[in-house]
């Protein structure tokens, strides 16, 4: 029987061979779209699913490589590659929102008439049924794994969605009305949400690989385990990060001064144990101080580097 953790690891590994797969349909499916019809938001759409080819590759490899456990070199483990794969797809959806914005232009100098709208219609919607598919899949993948990878490459995805809904209105109003300036709209708009979802998803993997702090309510949540404890007298310069799917945990623990090593000892497993209950698999590291020792904290270094550094204790 698997492991959860050996689980987790064969649901992300199906979940990006179905993504790339998907890619691979969809952009042979729009390239024939594109072609026919001469739809620059078919355009567009067709080009995003080759950006999802190349990043869906790239998750591909980085679950590969997250999945290899911790050694010599890499300690914490390879959880960050995940983040860095989130930063190279953000930049290749920023890459093809520019080049949608720019064949705009292009066409509003140089109109091009959009025929054929009833294929266009029909192929946006099969790729739009087969992309909430992926993304229903992706979802539970991300709940059970924690995936940042799987969770950037359903982000973009989610665009995906967005993006052949609005082709597809675009299409329709096109057949309809006969306003072709209305399909380069809609390309403008496209391109533009695209520029923003690139920068999201280089935001968070950034926020990941400088080692940001967790969550307020994660980082509360683990001084109300430790403080739960009668015999913890008090926590300080506690520092959280996100390993890439795996949480780390230091602090201080604030312990009567009179124990012997081995009952703090005991203590702070007592502590671990708790920790690790509310958060399966955390790294957790803890030093054990006196309760009321006078010392030059990080909690007192960080006071002092904020907005109230007046107002700090050294």
Known sequence: MLSTQENNQRLKKIATIASVSLAVSLSLLKTFGALYTGSLAVLSSMIDSLADIFA?????????????????????????????????????VAGSGIFVMYDGIS???????????????????????????????????????????????SAHYTVDVITNLSIIITLIVVKLFGWSWFDTLTAFVVSSYLLYNA????????????????????????????????????????????????????????????????????????????????????????HQDPAGLKENRLDHKIQCNGPNATDCIL
């Open 56 to 92: 869906s590759s790239i998750t591909f490899i980085a679950v590969k490589i997250s999945s290899q456990p911790a050694d010599s070199n890499h300690r914490y483990g390879h959880g960050k590659a995940e983040a860095l794969s989130a930063l190279v797809q953000s930049a290749f």
């Open 199 to 286: 920068y999201k998803l280089a935001e968070d993997a950034v926020r990941l690989l400088t080692d940001s702090e967790l969550s307020d309510d994660i980082r509360n949540n683990i001084k109300k385990i430790v403080l739960s404890h009668d015999f913890a007298h008090g926590i300080h310069d506690l520092r959280t990060r996100d390993l890439g799917g795996e949480y780390m945990f230091e602090l201080h623990l604030e312990l009567d001064g009179d124990l012997p090593l081995s009952k703090a000892h005991d203590y702070t497993d007592m502590v671990e144990d708790a920790l690790r209950a509310a958060y399966p698999n955390a790294q957790i590291i803890i």
């Open 107 to 153: 066409r509003l100098i140089s109109p091009v008439a959009v025929e054929q709208t009833g294929v266009g219609i029909l192929i946006m919607l099969i790729s739009l049924f087969a992309t909430f598919g992926l993304i229903a899949f992706q979802k539970y993948v991300t709940r059970r794994t924690a995936s940042q990878a799987i969770s950037a490459d």
